[in-house]
C-alpha cells in the first residue's frame, strides 16, 4: 500500500472551503464517506476535494471492465482515505483486476523459468495413458521437421498445469538448437497488451510473429476479446502464417469449438462470421489434441 503525505491545500477564503463543503454536502456518497471517516466539518471543510477525488475514482472502479480502460489517476487503483490517530492519510489500494494482473505476471514468470531450458530429453510421464499420445506426436514431429516443407502444428488444449507449455517448450527448444529453428513462445494476453502499449512496436512485432519459423501462441481464450485483438492482431498474424505455410502452435484451457464461442462472445452475427474465419485458420495451421492430466504445477 503506498502512503500519500497529505500536501498544505491552497490559500481560500473561508467562504470559498465552507460553500465547497456543503455542496459536496449534497452529495450522499460524501456525506457517508464524511460519516464513515468520522470526520468534523472543520477536517472534512479542509480536504472537500480529495475526498470527492476518492468518490471520482471509487465511481471508476464500479463501471471499470479492466486495467486497459481505467481511469483513475494511478493506473489499477484506487485513492482511498482511511482516519489514523485522528489524521486522514490517502493511500493507494490495488483494484481486482491489478491483483489479478500480479497474479498472472508472477505464474508466467514460474512457467517461463520452468520453460526456459526445457528438452525433451526432460519430458516426464511417459507411462501415463493420458500424455502418451501427444508425447509420441511430438517425437514424430521432431523426427520429420524440415522448415523447407509445409507441416502443420498443435492446437494443444486441456486441463490447467497440466504440462501443455512445457512440451511445446521442449520441442521448440530441441528445434532451435538440434535443427536451427526460429522459435518464439509468446503468452498470448500479454501479445494483446504489449501491441496496445506501445504502438510504435506494433508493426515490427506482428511481422516478426508472422515470420519467425515456430510460433506458439501460449494460453489463447485466456484474453479478453475486442475485434481489434481478435480481428487486427489475431487474424493478421494467422492470415500471413496460413498463406506462407508455417508451423503454428496453441495452448489453451479451451478446445477449438470453446475457443470459436469465445471469440465471438458478443452474440451478433457479425462477430460469429469473423470467430468462424479465424477458427478456420486455426485449423488450418494446427492439429487438434486434447492432454487431461494431474496439475503438474504442484
Not at 480529495?50 to 486495467?67: A, F, H, P, R, V
Amino acid at each position: 500500500m503506498a502512503m500519500i503525505k497529505d500536501l498544505n491545500l491552497p490559500k481560500s477564503s473561508s467562504v470559498d472551503l465552507k460553500k465547497n463543503y456543503e455542496d459536496a454536502l449534497r452529495d450522499k456518497r460524501f456525506l457517508n464517506l464524511v460519516k464513515k471517516l468520522q470526520l468534523s466539518n472543520e477536517e472534512a471543510m479542509k480536504i472537500t476535494s480529495k475526498l470527492q477525488d476518492t468518490i471520482i475514482e471509487c465511481q471508476n472502479c464500479e463501471s471499470c471492465n479492466g486495467l486497459y480502460v481505467c481511469k483513475n489517476i494511478l493506473k489499477g487503483h484506487v485513492r482511498i482515505p482511511e482516519k489514523r490517530n485522528g489524521k486522514v492519510i490517502f493511500s493507494y489500494v490495488p483494484c481486482k483486476y491489478q491483483i489479478n494482473m500480479k497474479r498472472i505476471i508472477k505464474e508466467k514468470e514460474q512457467k517461463a523459468n520452468i520453460n526456459l531450458y526445457a528438452r525433451m530429453k526432460d519430458i516426464d510421464g511417459v507411462d501415463d495413458k493420458k500424455r502418451i499420445s501427444v508425447i509420441k506426436w511430438i517425437d514424430r514431429y521432431f523426427e520429420k521437421y524440415d522448415f523447407l516443407k509445409s507441416t502443420k502444428g498443435l492446437y494443444l488444449h486441456g486441463s490447467f498445469g497440466s504440462g501443455k507449455t512445457f512440451l511445446i517448450s521442449a520441442l521448440f527448444h530441441e528445434l532451435e538448437v538440434e535443427k536451427h529453428a526460429s522459435i518464439c513462445i509468446v503468452y498470448y494476453p500479454e501479445i494483446l497488451r504489449e501491441l496496445k502499449d506501445d504502438w510504435e512496436v506494433y508493426e515490427s512485432k506482428i511481422k516478426y510473429y508472422q515470420n519467425v519459423d515456430l510460433l506458439c501462441l501460449d494460453d489463447i481464450g485466456a484474453e479478453r476479446v475486442t475485434e481489434w485483438g481478435r480481428d487486427e492482431v489475431l487474424g493478421t498474424i494467422l492470415q500471413y502464417r496460413m498463406e506462407h505455410k508455417l508451423p503454428t502452435f496453441f495452448t489453451s484451457n479451451m478446445s477449438v469449438s470453446d475457443l470459436e464461442a469465445h471469440l465471438s462472445s458478443s452474440g451478433t452475427q457479425k462477430d460469429h462470421v469473423k470467430a468462424r474465419r479465424i477458427i478456420e485458420r486455426i485449423r488450418q495451421l494446427s492439429e487438434e489434441k486434447e492432454l487431461i492430466s494431474e496439475n503438474r504445477r504442484k
